[in-house]
């Protein structure tokens, strides 16, 4: 069974930082797709924020481009968020996911939350 787990997660003020860690207990070799969600207490569904692929390939939503940073450290089996010039809006709790494959099931972390103040 595979599990993620996040972690640095916090209160900060809007323009500070952030740097999300999960760490994966299954060989992250294994993992062809990895990312970063997050949902609101009002949002109905978890909207994606960053993709890392195999091969060093990122992605970013638009809301977060420029000021967010996905990579992983593949020696400790660990993704990262640098979150950087943080917004209020980025309130949410945030989870990160592992696929073996684009078409595979998704595994979940159990979340981690950011809360910024304005």
């Known amino acids: 069974q595979v599990q993620l787990v996040e972690s640095g997660g916090g209160l900060v003020q809007a323009g500070g930082a952030l740097r999300l860690s999960c760490a994966i207990s299954?060989?992250?070799?294994?993992?062809?797709?990895m990312g970063w969600y997050r949902q609101t207490p009002g949002g109905k569904q978890r909207e994606w924020v960053a993709t890392h692929a195999v091969g060093g390939m990122t992605n970013y939503a638009d809301s977060v481009k420029g000021r967010f940073a996905i990579y992983r450290d593949n020696a400790k089996s660990t993704i990262y968020l640098q979150m950087n010039s943080l917004k209020p809006e980025d309130t949410a709790v945030y989870y990160c996911s592992a696929q073996t494959s684009n078409n595979s099931p998704r595994y979940w972390g159990q979340g981690t939350q950011v809360t910024v103040s304005s």
């Open positions: 299954r060989n992250i070799f294994s993992f062809n797709v």
